[in-house]
């Protein structure tokens, strides 16, 4: 079977992996016999990056995705959250039941403000990056605040391997210094029932010309902070963006060992054409020897992010450390790929249909605009006509008058 050039381009907006393997999970995808969505979408973004409407119409999604410090833009954000929330649980039985909930990512605050509002006797806590390190407000209702913690707090520097030896930052500048600064857990072990992790890398963080590796930390960091705070049977709800990536796979084969059930839920208001989706991973069995193996890879692969490198600053994983959280070899053995298909195929379906959506508009206005002057003028004389006769047949419906002078005519 031939694999793909480790330069091949992904169609899949995700964390590029270098490593040659990586491709080998995406060429099974394409040769098993469900292919045709994955197959389909693979032919869309190379239409779309041939084309400079579709990169300005990008360009202008992540825009209005940086405008953060604008309250306006918190509300329609928060807004849109909700309704999506609200969409998923309503279409997949209502599972969002609880009556202690963590929300990782929170703000501005839509799914907190449906978690509240859909289980009246609950309570949370929600942890967000601050707003001077280019976070969101917080535009939770203010009948809704009493019942919910907001703690403001940069979760890639909570302290997550308290047992694991850290760097001695006196001898580091300010700045530096400030990035290795860590925090304890924010919350007892174990004690919430549900969590919700959608955090997501902010492009306009103070940090990212320091750290180029955040976004595997960020997802790195959220993942160990959700087993952490789950109970014994609890639902954890985390969002990724694409099952292929080894990272994203090895993570999803993980949970499937730990949880007793695993399912992938597509927010067709939010993100549909970045591939996004929700890991549904239900009753996760705490204490196991698969969560306790879980829990020490996670720990070993954020100890290197924040304290490995030739400077003790912190660098990427390897590959080889990956398989701290799930061997590549078991990833691509029939089961783990299966895995991956069934809880990919639903967002396939939906990252299809939204990528088709905007090119399908743009070839629309493309050929509108390029219509001859001739046939212009043609469709606005029918239009013309239409609406008059539209007018005169009220005209007659309102005054017999008008009526019978128009018969006479």
Same mark, same amino acid.
């Given at each position: 079977m031939t694999r793909f050039a480790p330069d091949s381009e992904s169609p899949f907006l995700a964390t590029v992996d270098v490593d040659p393997r990586a491709q080998w999970l995406r060429e099974d995808l394409m040769e098993r016999e469900d292919r045709e969505t994955i197959r389909r979408l693979?032919?869309?973004?190379?239409?779309?990056? @041939?084309?400079?409407?579709?990169d300005n119409y990008s360009d202008g999604q992540r825009s209005n995705a940086d405008r953060v410090m604008q309250k306006h833009i918190d509300i329609d954000w928060a807004k849109a959250m909700y309704d999506s929330l609200r969409y998923m649980d309503l279409a997949n039985n209502r599972f969002v039941r609880t009556e202690r909930f963590l929300d990782i990512g929170c703000n501005p605050g839509g799914y907190s403000t449906y978690i509240l509002r859909a289980c009246p006797s609950s309570s949370g806590m929600g942890i967000t990056l601050p707003v001077e390190d280019s976070g969101h407000g917080c535009v939770i209702p203010s009948a809704l605040r009493p019942r919910i913690d907001i703690r403001e707090i940069d979760l890639t520097l909570i302290d997550l391997g308290p047992n694991l030896p850290t760097l001695d930052v006196s001898r580091i500048t300010r700045r530096h210094a400030l990035a290795l600064h860590l925090v304890p857990l924010p919350f007892r072990r174990h004690e919430f029932d549900l969590v919700v992790c959608d955090a997501h890398? @902010?492009?306009?963080?103070?940090?990212?010309?320091?750290?180029?590796?955040?976004?595997?930390? *960020? *997802?790195? @960091?959220?993942?160990?902070?959700?087993?952490?705070?789950v109970n014994g049977g609890g639902t954890i709800f985390l969002g990724l963006s694409c099952t292929e990536p080894a990272l994203s796979a090895r993570i999803l084969i993980a949970f499937t060992r730990i949880a007793e059930s695993t399912r992938s839920l597509t927010p067709r208001l939010l993100h549909a054409s970045r591939g996004s989706f929700y890991l549904l991973a239900r009753d996760i069995r705490v204490g196991t020897p698969a969560y306790r193996r879980f829990v020490a890879g996670l720990e070993g692969?954020?100890?290197?992010?924040?304290? @490995?490198g030739a400077r003790g600053l912190g660098r990427d994983v390897t590959w080889a450390e990956q398989n701290l959280i799930t061997a590549w070899d078991e990833v691509m053995a029939p089961v783990g790929v299966d895995h991956i298909s069934r809880l990919g195929r639903p967002m396939w379906e939906v990252q299809h249909g939204a990528l088709l959506k905007p090119l399908t508009e743009l070839r629309l206005n493309s050929s509108y605009n390029k219509r001859p002057a001739c046939s212009s003028i043609y469709i606005d004389i029918c239009l013309f006509g239409i609406i008059l006769s539209a007018c005169t047949i009220c005209l007659c419906a309102a005054s017999p008058s008008y009526g019978s002078l128009f018969k006479l005519c």
């Amino acid at each position: 079977m031939t694999r793909f050039a480790p330069d091949s381009e992904s169609p899949f907006l995700a964390t590029v992996d270098v490593d040659p393997r990586a491709q080998w999970l995406r060429e099974d995808l394409m040769e098993r016999e469900d292919r045709e969505t994955i197959r389909r979408l693979d032919e869309i973004p190379a239409v779309g990056r @041939s084309s400079p409407e579709a990169d300005n119409y990008s360009d202008g999604q992540r825009s209005n995705a940086d405008r953060v410090m604008q309250k306006h833009i918190d509300i329609d954000w928060a807004k849109a959250m909700y309704d999506s929330l609200r969409y998923m649980d309503l279409a997949n039985n209502r599972f969002v039941r609880t009556e202690r909930f963590l929300d990782i990512g929170c703000n501005p605050g839509g799914y907190s403000t449906y978690i509240l509002r859909a289980c009246p006797s609950s309570s949370g806590m929600g942890i967000t990056l601050p707003v001077e390190d280019s976070g969101h407000g917080c535009v939770i209702p203010s009948a809704l605040r009493p019942r919910i913690d907001i703690r403001e707090i940069d979760l890639t520097l909570i302290d997550l391997g308290p047992n694991l030896p850290t760097l001695d930052v006196s001898r580091i500048t300010r700045r530096h210094a400030l990035a290795l600064h860590l925090v304890p857990l924010p919350f007892r072990r174990h004690e919430f029932d549900l969590v919700v992790c959608d955090a997501h890398r @902010s492009r306009l963080h103070p940090d990212n010309d320091i750290s180029t590796r955040n976004r595997n930390r *960020l *997802l790195i @960091s959220q993942v160990l902070l959700a087993l952490r705070a789950v109970n014994g049977g609890g639902t954890i709800f985390l969002g990724l963006s694409c099952t292929e990536p080894a990272l994203s796979a090895r993570i999803l084969i993980a949970f499937t060992r730990i949880a007793e059930s695993t399912r992938s839920l597509t927010p067709r208001l939010l993100h549909a054409s970045r591939g996004s989706f929700y890991l549904l991973a239900r009753d996760i069995r705490v204490g196991t020897p698969a969560y306790r193996r879980f829990v020490a890879g996670l720990e070993g692969l954020w100890h290197n992010m924040a304290f @490995s490198g030739a400077r003790g600053l912190g660098r990427d994983v390897t590959w080889a450390e990956q398989n701290l959280i799930t061997a590549w070899d078991e990833v691509m053995a029939p089961v783990g790929v299966d895995h991956i298909s069934r809880l990919g195929r639903p967002m396939w379906e939906v990252q299809h249909g939204a990528l088709l959506k905007p090119l399908t508009e743009l070839r629309l206005n493309s050929s509108y605009n390029k219509r001859p002057a001739c046939s212009s003028i043609y469709i606005d004389i029918c239009l013309f006509g239409i609406i008059l006769s539209a007018c005169t047949i009220c005209l007659c419906a309102a005054s017999p008058s008008y009526g019978s002078l128009f018969k006479l005519c």
